[in-house]
Structures are given as structure tokens and as C-alpha cells.
């Protein structure tokens, strides 16, 4: 079992930044993808970010590119994303997650682990 936790949410003014953070801790994967996804009130959940663990490859979606910067530390086993010129419409539940077999990075239907998800909302 994988155990994810997800901080670093809050309430932000438009323009401002916030860095969240996912900590995995439990079983190990050698080939696994960590993403981030968010579900705003009403919505589907949608893809934000993506990276591969071990090759450090990333992938975004097309509304949080140049904005959003995700990162990891290895050491820590801990992913993170760096959200800059926060928008309303950024407003959601950010969950983290854990693909073990790197099946598709952007799509949540490929991920076996899920965080309780941290709260974002940017005011306008």
C-alpha cells in the first residue's frame, strides 16, 4: 500500500502563489508516475501535472502551463507543485496520486494511489 499526503493548500488572492506538497510513504515503485489533479465544485475531476520518478520527465496541462512548475525530491519521496499567478478558475480540490506501472500520465484512470486531496481557493 501506498500512503499519500497532500499539504500546503489555502486561501490565496489572484496573482499570488501557492506550493504544495505530496508526501508518499508504504511500498516502493521503480517505474511509477506521481501526478496532480484537481476537482472544482460542479466539474470533473481534470489533470494538472505529471512527473516520471525516474526520469524526471514532465507533463502539464495546457491551462497551468508557465504557471505551475512541478517538482520532486527523491530523498524525501515527496512531490511538489509550484503554483505562480494563481486564478479563480485554479479554485479546486488538488489531490495527488501514484501510478505504479506508468500506464498514462495524464489520465486519472491510470492511477492506483489517491491522496485526501488539499483545498485551493484563489480570490478574485
Known amino acids: 500500500q501506498v500512503q499519500l499526503v497532500e499539504s500546503g493548500g489555502g486561501l490565496v488572492q489572484a496573482g499570488g502563489s501557492l506550493r504544495l506538497s505530496c508526501a508518499a510513504s508504504?511500498?516502493?515503485?521503480?517505474?511509477?508516475?506521481m501526478g496532480w489533479f484537481r476537482q472544482a465544485p460542479g466539474k470533473e475531476r481534470e489533470f494538472v501535472s505529471a512527473?516520471?520518478?525516474?526520469?524526471?520527465?514532465?507533463y502539464y496541462a495546457d491551462s497551468v502551463k508557465g504557471r505551475f512548475t512541478i517538482s520532486k525530491d527523491n530523498a524525501k519521496n515527496t512531490m511538489y507543485l509550484q503554483m505562480n499567478s494563481l486564478k479563480p478558475e485554479d479554485t479546486a480540490v488538488y489531490y495527488c496520486?501514484?501510478?505504479?506501472?506508468?500506464?498514462?500520465?495524464?489520465?486519472?484512470?491510470?492511477?492506483?494511489?489517491w491522496g485526501q486531496g488539499t483545498q485551493v481557493t484563489v480570490s478574485s
Open positions: 496520486a501514484v501510478d505504479r506501472n506508468d500506464r498514462n500520465p495524464t489520465s486519472g484512470t491510470g492511477y492506483d494511489y
Open positions: 508504504g511500498r516502493t515503485f521503480s517505474n511509477h508516475v
Open positions: 512527473i516520471r520518478w525516474s526520469s524526471g520527465r514532465t
